[in-house]
Protein backbone atom coordinates (compact mmCIF):
# COMPACT_ATOMS: atom_id res chain seq x y z
CA UNK A 1 0.00 0.00 0.00
CA UNK A 2 1.05 3.53 -1.25
CA UNK A 3 1.99 5.82 2.27
CA UNK A 4 0.04 8.31 -0.14
CA UNK A 5 -2.52 8.28 -2.43
CA UNK A 6 -3.78 9.69 -5.41
CA UNK A 7 -5.97 9.29 -8.57
CA UNK A 8 -3.63 10.23 -11.64
CA UNK A 9 -6.65 10.91 -13.53
CA UNK A 10 -6.51 13.14 -16.00
CA UNK A 11 -9.33 15.05 -14.15
CA UNK A 12 -11.26 17.59 -16.60
CA UNK A 13 -13.21 20.48 -15.92
CA UNK A 14 -14.66 23.34 -17.72
CA UNK A 15 -13.23 26.81 -17.40
CA UNK A 16 -15.34 28.04 -14.32
CA UNK A 17 -16.22 25.05 -12.47
CA UNK A 18 -14.83 24.05 -9.37
CA UNK A 19 -11.96 21.34 -9.56
CA UNK A 20 -12.00 18.54 -6.87
CA UNK A 21 -8.63 17.23 -6.15
CA UNK A 22 -8.33 14.12 -3.37
CA UNK A 23 -5.89 12.13 -1.72
CA UNK A 24 -5.25 9.51 0.84
CA UNK A 25 -3.01 8.59 3.81
CA UNK A 26 -1.94 5.61 5.32
CA UNK A 27 0.39 6.82 7.99
CA UNK A 28 -2.27 7.72 11.04
CA UNK A 29 1.22 9.72 12.74
CA UNK A 30 1.24 12.31 9.81
CA UNK A 31 0.81 15.70 10.96
CA UNK A 32 1.29 18.27 8.50
CA UNK A 33 -0.04 18.10 4.76
CA UNK A 34 0.56 19.88 2.03
CA UNK A 35 -0.28 20.62 -1.67
CA UNK A 36 2.35 21.08 -4.63
CA UNK A 37 1.44 21.96 -8.33
CA UNK A 38 3.72 20.84 -11.23
CA UNK A 39 3.86 22.10 -14.45
CA UNK A 40 5.37 19.62 -17.10
CA UNK A 41 9.26 20.22 -16.96
CA UNK A 42 9.02 22.19 -14.30
CA UNK A 43 9.60 21.79 -10.27
CA UNK A 44 6.44 21.23 -7.72
CA UNK A 45 5.38 24.91 -6.30
CA UNK A 46 3.97 24.95 -3.10
CA UNK A 47 0.29 26.26 -3.10
CA UNK A 48 -1.03 25.24 0.17
CA UNK A 49 -0.23 23.46 3.57
CA UNK A 50 -2.72 22.14 6.16
CA UNK A 51 -1.75 20.32 9.80
CA UNK A 52 -5.48 20.71 11.48
CA UNK A 53 -8.73 19.08 10.82
CA UNK A 54 -11.25 21.33 8.71
CA UNK A 55 -10.78 23.85 5.98
CA UNK A 56 -8.07 25.95 4.98
CA UNK A 57 -8.82 28.94 1.86
CA UNK A 58 -6.64 30.78 0.18
CA UNK A 59 -7.60 32.81 -2.84
CA UNK A 60 -9.32 29.78 -5.02
CA UNK A 61 -7.94 27.12 -3.37
CA UNK A 62 -9.38 25.84 -0.14
CA UNK A 63 -7.99 22.81 1.41
CA UNK A 64 -9.50 20.25 3.56
CA UNK A 65 -8.16 17.62 6.26
CA UNK A 66 -9.46 14.86 7.99
CA UNK A 67 -7.88 12.81 10.00
CA UNK A 68 -10.14 10.42 11.30
CA UNK A 69 -10.66 9.42 7.53
CA UNK A 70 -7.13 10.05 6.79
CA UNK A 71 -8.39 11.80 4.00
CA UNK A 72 -7.26 15.40 2.43
CA UNK A 73 -8.74 17.42 -0.48
CA UNK A 74 -8.16 20.54 -2.71
CA UNK A 75 -10.46 22.42 -4.11
CA UNK A 76 -10.30 24.59 -6.93
CA UNK A 77 -12.90 27.35 -7.33
CA UNK A 78 -13.62 29.32 -11.01
CA UNK A 79 -10.79 26.65 -12.40
CA UNK A 80 -9.14 28.46 -15.49
CA UNK A 81 -6.70 27.46 -18.03
CA UNK A 82 -3.63 28.16 -16.40
CA UNK A 83 -4.60 25.60 -13.67
CA UNK A 84 -3.98 23.26 -15.84
CA UNK A 85 -0.85 20.96 -14.28
CA UNK A 86 -0.03 18.15 -12.16
CA UNK A 87 -1.33 18.36 -8.02
CA UNK A 88 0.98 16.27 -6.19
CA UNK A 89 -0.60 15.21 -2.21
CA UNK A 90 2.17 15.36 0.04
CA UNK A 91 2.05 14.44 3.89
CA UNK A 92 4.96 13.95 7.03
CA UNK A 93 5.02 12.93 10.08
CA UNK A 94 7.53 13.72 13.30
CA UNK A 95 10.54 13.40 10.84
CA UNK A 96 11.89 14.82 8.31
CA UNK A 97 10.30 12.56 5.59
CA UNK A 98 7.72 14.14 3.65
CA UNK A 99 5.89 11.51 1.38
CA UNK A 100 4.15 12.35 -2.01
CA UNK A 101 1.57 10.66 -3.60
CA UNK A 102 1.70 10.48 -7.61
CA UNK A 103 0.05 13.11 -8.11
CA UNK A 104 -3.27 13.82 -10.09
CA UNK A 105 -3.44 15.44 -13.46
CA UNK A 106 -5.92 18.10 -13.98
CA UNK A 107 -7.16 19.43 -17.26
CA UNK A 108 -9.04 22.57 -17.49
CA UNK A 109 -11.05 22.65 -20.51
CA UNK A 110 -11.87 26.46 -22.11
CA UNK B 1 14.43 37.30 -1.33
CA UNK B 2 16.76 34.57 -3.70
CA UNK B 3 15.06 31.94 -4.35
CA UNK B 4 16.22 28.16 -4.45
CA UNK B 5 18.50 27.67 -6.98
CA UNK B 6 20.41 24.41 -8.57
CA UNK B 7 23.20 23.53 -10.66
CA UNK B 8 23.95 22.35 -13.61
CA UNK B 9 20.42 22.22 -15.28
CA UNK B 10 20.78 19.08 -17.31
CA UNK B 11 23.82 16.48 -17.23
CA UNK B 12 24.54 13.67 -19.00
CA UNK B 13 26.71 10.89 -17.76
CA UNK B 14 27.46 6.97 -18.47
CA UNK B 15 26.66 3.89 -16.44
CA UNK B 16 29.85 3.63 -13.56
CA UNK B 17 30.60 7.31 -13.53
CA UNK B 18 29.93 9.20 -10.65
CA UNK B 19 28.02 12.83 -10.52
CA UNK B 20 27.81 16.21 -7.93
CA UNK B 21 24.93 17.88 -7.75
CA UNK B 22 24.39 21.66 -6.47
CA UNK B 23 21.66 23.20 -4.84
CA UNK B 24 21.77 26.40 -2.95
CA UNK B 25 18.97 27.21 -0.30
CA UNK B 26 16.40 29.91 -0.10
CA UNK B 27 17.47 33.11 1.59
CA UNK B 28 17.09 32.33 6.03
CA UNK B 29 16.84 28.63 5.45
CA UNK B 30 18.63 26.39 7.11
CA UNK B 31 17.71 22.90 6.20
CA UNK B 32 17.78 21.73 2.51
CA UNK B 33 15.84 18.16 1.60
CA UNK B 34 16.97 15.93 -2.12
CA UNK B 35 14.04 14.49 -4.02
CA UNK B 36 14.63 12.22 -6.99
CA UNK B 37 11.38 12.42 -9.36
CA UNK B 38 11.30 9.90 -12.25
CA UNK B 39 8.79 10.43 -15.13
CA UNK B 40 5.15 9.99 -13.90
CA UNK B 41 5.83 9.72 -10.36
CA UNK B 42 6.10 11.91 -7.28
CA UNK B 43 9.07 12.82 -5.53
CA UNK B 44 11.41 10.65 -3.51
CA UNK B 45 12.93 11.31 -0.30
CA UNK B 46 16.75 10.69 -0.38
CA UNK B 47 17.84 12.61 2.45
CA UNK B 48 17.40 16.00 4.51
CA UNK B 49 20.34 18.24 5.64
CA UNK B 50 19.74 20.08 9.07
CA UNK B 51 23.05 21.96 10.39
CA UNK B 52 25.46 20.20 8.00
CA UNK B 53 24.53 16.68 9.55
CA UNK B 54 21.98 14.30 7.91
CA UNK B 55 18.82 14.63 9.37
CA UNK B 56 16.54 12.06 8.04
CA UNK B 57 17.35 9.70 5.03
CA UNK B 58 14.51 7.68 2.49
CA UNK B 59 15.32 4.19 1.14
CA UNK B 60 18.09 5.17 -0.94
CA UNK B 61 21.56 3.37 -1.08
CA UNK B 62 24.90 4.78 0.41
CA UNK B 63 26.30 5.51 -3.17
CA UNK B 64 24.09 8.31 -2.92
CA UNK B 65 25.46 10.56 -0.42
CA UNK B 66 25.44 14.64 0.74
CA UNK B 67 26.91 17.44 2.23
CA UNK B 68 25.69 20.55 3.56
CA UNK B 69 27.69 23.67 4.17
CA UNK B 70 28.33 26.37 6.31
CA UNK B 71 26.11 29.12 4.35
CA UNK B 72 23.29 26.07 4.49
CA UNK B 73 23.78 25.15 0.59
CA UNK B 74 23.99 21.76 -0.08
CA UNK B 75 25.79 18.98 -2.31
CA UNK B 76 24.07 15.83 -3.55
CA UNK B 77 26.74 12.97 -4.86
CA UNK B 78 25.70 9.73 -6.74
CA UNK B 79 28.45 7.39 -7.14
CA UNK B 80 28.64 4.26 -9.45
CA UNK B 81 25.60 5.48 -11.74
CA UNK B 82 23.07 2.94 -13.09
CA UNK B 83 20.75 3.66 -15.80
CA UNK B 84 17.62 3.61 -13.45
CA UNK B 85 19.27 6.90 -11.84
CA UNK B 86 17.97 8.87 -14.56
CA UNK B 87 15.70 11.66 -13.20
CA UNK B 88 14.41 14.68 -12.09
CA UNK B 89 17.09 15.55 -8.89
CA UNK B 90 14.81 18.11 -6.64
CA UNK B 91 16.18 20.36 -4.13
CA UNK B 92 13.93 21.62 -1.41
CA UNK B 93 14.78 24.21 1.39
CA UNK B 94 12.84 24.81 4.42
CA UNK B 95 13.61 26.57 7.67
CA UNK B 96 14.25 24.55 10.93
CA UNK B 97 14.61 21.03 9.73
CA UNK B 98 11.98 18.25 9.98
CA UNK B 99 8.55 18.66 7.54
CA UNK B 100 7.82 22.70 7.66
CA UNK B 101 7.17 24.09 4.71
CA UNK B 102 9.29 23.21 0.97
CA UNK B 103 10.18 25.36 -1.36
CA UNK B 104 11.71 23.56 -4.50
CA UNK B 105 14.69 24.49 -6.63
CA UNK B 106 14.37 24.27 -10.45
CA UNK B 107 15.96 20.62 -10.80
CA UNK B 108 18.75 18.67 -12.37
CA UNK B 109 17.60 16.59 -15.03
CA UNK B 110 20.45 13.42 -14.88
CA UNK B 111 20.41 11.52 -17.92
CA UNK B 112 22.66 7.85 -17.05
CA UNK B 113 23.36 6.03 -20.59
Known amino acids: QKEVEQNSGPLSVPEGAIASLNCTYS??????FFWYRQYSGKSPELIMS????GDKEDGRFTAQLNKASQYVSLLIRDSQPSDSATYLC??????????FGTGTKLQVIP | ETGVTQSPTHLIKTRGQQVTLRCSSQSGHNTVSWYQQALGQGPQFIFQYYREEENGRGNFPPRFSGLQFPNYSSELNVNALELDDSALYLC????????????FGPGTRLTVT
Open chain 1, 27 to 32: DRGSQS
Open chain 2, 92 to 103: ASSSSGGANEQY
Open chain 1, 50 to 53: IYSN
Open chain 1, 90 to 99: AGAGGYQKVT
